[in-house]
């Protein structure tokens, strides 16, 4: 295991390799509460990696990486191979695309498999994906799995491997629902937390401003003129919102290295603008929170939440896309004005309180001038509330 950490160039293992790492050698199962950016590919690649039987010519899979995208199963595969020697093989099942292409690769024989949960039962129950052999089993990002409806899918995998395994189980958040799979299909693991409440971390600085839907397109360019970042994702709920921003931008001289990534985009498209927005050449990226899991970049200084989420956890995993491997970041949240229950579930969720942005003072002064009669009336509404209260 070493001599992998030192071929790679890994000086010092991060906190979730260190602590997952000795006690899958030790062949426990383990559920490891881990956002993204915090090296947990590694954490159990290496030791997957370091007990494969090399010895067989045609081999079969060995251990099984379930993960809740597509983008999100090719970074850990294409991480897998980074760490591997050449002779080890693996393949990485997702929809998307032609299934005669994986099922030929599966027939050649592999080690490790990694993929989505719906992928995987399609090719279990065609016959083309062979577990007899399974020893090893990972969950990654597990409770976006359940989040997107994949539980259903996991449980017949889970059912359908050999019950002499090792199961591993990383996790941004521990809901009951995921405590309860880990409590019918794991024995006896061990729990480590490395979430530190998550996005609270010193690394990454958030902020919010209190916006109306019909003013957020201008104070969006004017904080991306002011924060000039490296690179930003820029998060919308729905996709045809993601669409609409996206060529609204691409309108605007300044952002011409716009970008745009959503549900309805084939793979092929998606996995363009993912190397566009990887190698540079896409500064903003407008997202659905298809990629809030999905992609590993480190230079990613800026995130915005042009629409906040709808789930007070899926913040956690937007915001977690910056302040990566001990970089620093920071998070912008565009709140409406009846959106405050919303704010403070995030509030909540993450055990902290954003700071209001300097651009807030802006904000009021330009909406005061454009809606005088609805300001008006909110100022109205708030003494007759304060009134009240005194009586």
């Given at each position: 295991m070493l001599k992998t950490l030192d071929r790679i160039g890994y000086e010092k293992p991060s906190p979730v390799q260190a602590g997952v790492i000795p006690l899958v050698m030790e062949e426990f199962d383990v559920i490891g509460q881990a956002r993204t950016g915090t090296g947990k590919t590694a954490a159990f690649s290496i030791p997957i990696l370091e007990q494969l039987d090399m010895d067989v010519r045609k081999p079969k899979p060995q251990a099984l990486i379930l993960a809740p995208t597509?983008?999100?199963?090719?970074?850990?595969?294409?991480?897998?191979?980074?760490?591997?020697?050449?002779?080890?093989?693996?393949?990485?099942?997702?929809?998307?695309?032609?299934?005669?292409?994986?099922?030929?690769?599966?027939?050649?024989?592999?080690?490790?498999?990694?993929g989505t949960p719906g992928r995987v039962i399609d090719h279990l129950n065609r016959g083309t994906l062979n577990i007899d052999q399974l020893w090893f089993i990972v969950l990654d990002e597990a409770d976006r799995m359940l989040d997107i409806g994949f539980r259903p899918d996991i449980e017949r995998i889970l059912r359908r491997c050999p019950k002499e395994r090792q199961t591993l189980l990383l996790s941004a958040t521990l809901p009951p629902a995921i405590l309860e799979l880990a409590r019918r299909y794991m024995y006896r693991p061990k729990v480590i937390n490395f979430s530190k409440n998550n996005v609270s971390a010193e690394t990454i600085d958030q902020y919010f401003m209190t916006v109306p839907t019909e003013m957020k397109f201008e104070v969006l360019e004017k904080l991306l003129q002011r924060e000039d970042p490296d690179q930003a994702i820029i998060f919308c709920r729905t996709k045809l919102g993601t669409e609409r921003l996206y060529r609204k931008l691409l309108k605007q001289t300044d952002f011409q290295d716009v970008g745009t990534i959503h549900?309805?985009?084939?793979?092929?498209?998606?996995?363009?603008?993912?190397?566009?927005?990887?190698?540079?050449?896409?500064?903003?990226?407008?997202?659905?929170?298809?990629?809030?899991?999905?992609?590993?970049?480190?230079?990613?200084?800026?995130?915005?939440?042009?629409d906040i989420p709808t789930l007070s956890e899926d913040y956690v995993h937007r915001v977690g896309r910056t302040g990566r491997m001990g970089k620093t970041g920071v998070a912008f949240s565009f709140v409406c004005p009846d959106q405050g229950s919303e704010l403070n579930a995030i509030e909540r969720t993450i055990n902290k309180q954003l700071e209001s942005d300097p651009m807030q003072e802006f904000v009021d002064e330009r909406r005061a001038i454009l809606y005088p009669h609805q300001v008006a009336a909110e100022k109205r509404k708030k003494s007759k509330s304060k009134y009240r209260r005194g009586l």
């Open positions: 597509r983008e999100l199963a090719v970074q850990v595969e294409n991480e897998l191979r980074r760490l591997a020697p050449d002779d080890v093989r693996s393949v990485c099942l997702y929809g998307g695309k032609p299934i005669r292409g994986q099922i030929n690769r599966l027939n050649e024989g592999c080690h490790v498999v990694v549900g309805d985009m084939n793979q092929s498209a998606r996995d363009r603008m993912m190397k566009g927005f990887r190698s540079g050449k896409v500064r903003y990226l407008v997202a659905t929170d298809v990629v809030g899991r999905g992609i590993d970049i480190t230079n990613v200084s800026h995130i915005v939440n042009f």
